[in-house]
């Protein structure tokens, strides 16, 4: 992969945990389970701390780091159509939905420079961990589904979501 690509893939990850962790929280603040709400946040967290994760190598980039709101708002666009799909069709898109990030990012931490390779680990496990969620939450494992997440969470520690 050239530089160029490199870092056009960089930033559009980075967007996409900005996209993911508004979506997250709309579904949080709309679900009427409490447990529902919970695993929600939980994945919020997620999506914010792997962009805090990013930060450091977009900066040694030279590239911007400030959320765009375009992404911040197809993000609650998604959240609200699947906060009305429900909470077993949410998980159900998302085993789907993360298919090609899961190979895009293992590329990534393969191909990336070694300076890198920290913040692309991060990158990469985090979606191993929402997908491994996804698969699990859809398997009817709810809260338990967590683990993965929260086993990522105790490595890369838990940066506070924005808010909505």
Known sequence: MDRTTYLEEIETAYQGEVRGEAGFLILAERATDPEEAAIWRTLARLEATTRACLVPLMRRHGI???????????????????????????????????????????????????????????????????????????????????APVEAFLDIYGAARPSDP
């Not at 400030?66 to 159900?92: I, L, Y």
């Not at 990030?101 to 070694?114: I, K, Q, S, V, W």
């Not at 491994?132 to 009817?140: D, I, L, N, S, V």
């Open 64 to 146: 911007d780091t400030t959320p765009d709101e375009t992404q911040r708002q197809r993000g609650h666009a998604r959240g609200e159509q699947r906060a009305a799909a429900g909470f077993a069709a949410s998980v159900a898109a998302m085993t789907e939905s993360l298919l090609p990030y899961l190979t895009l990012y293992a590329r990534l931490e393969a191909e990336g420079p070694a300076e890198d390779r920290p913040e692309l680990a991060c990158l990469n496990a985090h979606e191993i961990a929402l997908h491994a969620f996804a698969t699990r939450a859809h398997a009817g494992e709810r809260r338990a589904a967590l």
